[in-house]
């Protein structure tokens, strides 16, 4: 079947869209964006890989598409409310097995999903696996966030050239051009929002917070894998050795020297999927 393109999930009166691949495989996967992005980026993966049965949300107030609400979403609304769907999800396929991807700020709502799961064990979702795609380490990878936290919300025109200036080279710009592209369509009190309570939820600098949050995650999902780019280098030993004095050993970590917005490519995807259900 070909990939929907108008679906919504209701829960509690709160209305997530989504794309949908469906498939008798035996798990769905379930994909969750970067900042500011939406459903749309997993688009070509979910068109291609015909084998597998896989869903990508879309964070309220961040479908282009989507009547604006009325007020930012916090962190805390958007754990929330993916954490319903999510349950929705489990329940509604009750044979299939869960795994959960997250690219860049999506990989830090696992993180968090991890958290509220861990501190209400009835509202638990079991995860078969958990790929986490350039997790933030703490303020210091959070170069975009920064920047949109400190940007004025009624004007981000200025920061929107301020981050092209950040690239340090054609490929980079490029990247950063379609990513602007993007989300300059988008409403961004959102993005102001949730930048914002995203740097409230790391500490400046340090690797101890992230290794105790892998080991949540590792808590709930029987594989865990860490994939980074290219900017992630020089932080993945400390990554790794925080993560062994938490004890998360089942939580893999590999270096993929790519760009950032490389690690949603398909061929990435597919690969790296494939280690984790």
């Not at 609304?77 to 009750?94: N, W």
């Not at 975009?144 to 400190?150: T, V």
């Not at 919300?153 to 054609?170: G, S, T, V, Y």
Request: hydrophobic share 45%.
């Amino acid at each position: 079947m070909t990939v929907k393109h108008s679906g919504v999930l209701e829960h509690r009166e709160r209305r997530l869209f989504y794309l949908e691949r469906l498939s008798d495989s035996p798990t769905v996967t379930v994909f969750l964006h970067g900042l500011g992005l939406d459903a749309s980026d997993y688009r070509d993966y979910l068109e291609r890989d015909t084998e597998h049965h896989q869903i990508a949300l879309t964070l309220k107030g961040f479908d282009p598409v989507e009547e604006r609400p009325d007020r930012p979403v916090s962190l805390a609304e958007h754990v929330e409310m993916v954490s319903g769907m999510l349950a929705q999800i489990a329940a509604g396929y009750p044979t299939k097995k869960l795994v959960l991807v997250g690219f860049s700020l999506g990989a830090d709502l696992v993180l968090k999903l991890a958290e509220r799961w861990a501190a209400n064990e009835a509202e638990a979702v079991r995860l078969e696996g958990a790929l986490l795609l350039d997790p933030n380490v703490n303020q210091s990878t959070m170069t975009i966030s920064r920047l949109f936290a400190a940007a004025d919300r009624d004007n981000p025109l200025p920061a929107f050239k301020k981050l092209i200036n950040f690239a340090p080279d054609r490929e980079t710009l490029l990247e950063l051009c379609g990513y602007v592209s993007k989300i300059a369509r988008k409403d961004f009190a959102q993005l102001w929002q949730l930048s914002r309570d995203m740097l409230g939820y790391w500490r400046p600098d340090g690797y101890n917070q992230i290794g105790e949050r892998l080991a949540t995650v590792a808590q709930v999902a029987r594989t865990v894998r860490v994939v980074l780019s290219a900017l992630y280098e020089e932080h993945l030993p400390a990554m790794r050795n925080a993560a062994r004095r938490h004890n998360a050993v089942n939580v893999a970590f590999v270096l993929n020297k790519c760009g950032h917005f490389d690690l949603i490519r398909e061929d990435v995807l597919k690969h790296e999927l494939s280690l984790v259900r």
